[in-house]
């Protein structure tokens, strides 16, 4: 166990009760200009690979806040650098403790009807035209780093040790993490005791946050399935070893692999988010390409679906009538791929008791594992070796919130074109509960 988890939750109590007078004024003082900041990254997004001024002004906000700040931090294994982002604080000996915030947007065309909505469109990976949207909440994880930041400098004389900031790139890509390690991020930086963020969700209200203990967010597995057949025309179809169908079939089988090779009592889930074939309606194709992510919280069941998608794609292939030389390709993506996201008990009891502290029991719950990923946890290294835990930050409308709970629904979340945090509060909340957290566990 790391030797700063020893000091244990009882210290917490007490550190975080001699930040609170200060830091509340800290934080409400900062508060219009960080709003209006939020409005404008949200404003502006950027996709994976791309964050160019969301990183330059991350980097500017935590210079002026004192901080010692590097940019372009990481490298992706095609040798392309990063917009990566680290600012280090040093106050005397103490922990080392990294935080982090990812920058990225998502290929999404905003429809929140908001007057600081996103009207940016910019061409994909694929080199197609898409619309760009804040769609998972980092520009509020941005804007509540750089809020952190200020709060931080300003009661310095609370804490001790020294803070890294990370502003990474590319989590949506889920290679942000491991372009900036690749980088040598801890040799060049230091290796940090602890690593934490927050992440906002739809499923609470602004004020509030959760949090949950052991493996919080499964493990994302990226697979490219490619069944390839014989091209025809439509009016010939006896000519071809038609791949759509193959597709359509492969689609079916596939949902047995987690219904029934799976062990129920090790949940993983599969899914086909895209599929392109064909360029004509009167064409039967040369092949198929499908694009799966997988998600799971064991290495058992992770390897479970993996022989299963490649069993399924070579026994439909075998149906079809498909040669050994069209047998299908099937490519484990491990550059897109990220493992359970494990917060460490010890920590996480530590930082729920400076959560209580700076919001008040009622305001923080415990939240049950989910199936969506991040890359966080790679910040922690194989092994767990350094101590990591992700908090959720409530972003909704309490009103709101409450009528759609009543009606049985839930209100438009992450990766959706209407999901729509509230400012003011969430902003307030985050830096709130993240420089509670930071300076509880910066005691020397």
Not at 91 to 102: E, F, S, T, V, Y
Not at 381 to 398: C, N, Q, S, Y
Request: charged share 20%.
């Amino acid at each position: 166990m790391n030797k700063w988890t020893l000091l244990g939750v009882l210290a917490v109590a007490s550190s975080a009760s001699a930040i609170a007078a200060d830091l509340p004024s800290v934080v409400t003082g900062n508060l219009p200009s960080l709003v209006e900041t939020y409005k404008g990254i949200h404003s502006h997004p950027e996709l994976s690979h791309h964050e160019e001024q969301t990183a330059s002004l991350l980097a500017g906000e935590l210079r002026k806040s004192g901080f010692t700040v590097t940019e372009r931090v990481g490298r992706y294994p095609d040798g392309s650098q990063a917009y990566g982002v680290v600012a280090i604080l040093e106050n005397g000996k103490g922990p080392r403790l990294l935080i982090r915030a990812d920058m990225d947007a998502l290929p999404v065309t905003e429809e929140t009807g908001l007057s600081y909505a996103s009207h940016i469109r910019a061409k994909n990976a694929a080199g197609a035209e898409v619309g760009v949207m804040h769609a998972c909440g980092h520009d509020v994880h941005v804007t509540t780093l750089i809020g952190t930041a200020r709060a931080l400098a300003a009661t310095r004389s609370s804490w001790h040790g020294t803070i890294m900031l990370v502003g990474q790139p590319s989590e949506e890509t889920i290679d942000g993490a491991k372009a900036m390690l690749a980088d040598k991020l801890y040799e060049r930086f230091g290796k940090p005791d602890f690593a934490i963020a927050l992440h906002d969700t739809n499923a609470r209200a602004a004020g509030t946050v959760s949090i949950t203990s052991g493996p919080a967010l499964a493990s994302s597995t990226s697979i490219d399935v490619i069944l390839r057949g014989v091209g025809a025309h439509g009016s010939q179809p006896q000519l071809s070893i038609d791949p759509i169908v193959m597709a359509g079939e492969f689609i079916v089988q596939m949902q047995s692999i987690v219904s029934r090779q799976e062990d129920p009592q090790d949940p993983s889930v599969v899914t086909i988010g895209a599929i392109h074939g064909g360029a004509k309606r009167n064409i039967i194709p040369y092949e198929v390409k499908m694009e799966i992510t997988a998600r799971a919280y064991s290495d058992k069941a992770r390897q479970t679906f993996i022989d299963g998608i490649k069993r399924t794609a070579e026994g439909v292939a075998m149906a079809a009538g498909v040669g050994e030389d069209r047998k299908p390709l099937v490519n484990v993506l491990d550059d897109e791929s990220t493992p359970v996201m494990y917060n460490d008990p010890a920590l996480t009891a530590r930082a729920r008791a400076a959560l209580v502290t700076a919001l008040g029991t009622a305001n923080v719950f415990d939240e049950k594992p989910i199936m969506g990923s991040e890359d966080f946890g790679v910040f922690g290294l194989e092994g767990h070796k350094i101590p990591t835990v992700m908090f959720w930050l409530g972003a909704m409308d309490t009103d709101k919130l409450a009528a759609a709970k009543a009606a049985g629904k839930t209100l438009p979340g992450e990766h959706t074109s209407r999901f729509e945090p509230l400012p003011e509060p969430t902003l307030r909340t985050g830096v709130l509960a993240m420089t509670t957290v930071a300076t509880t566990l910066l005691q020397p």
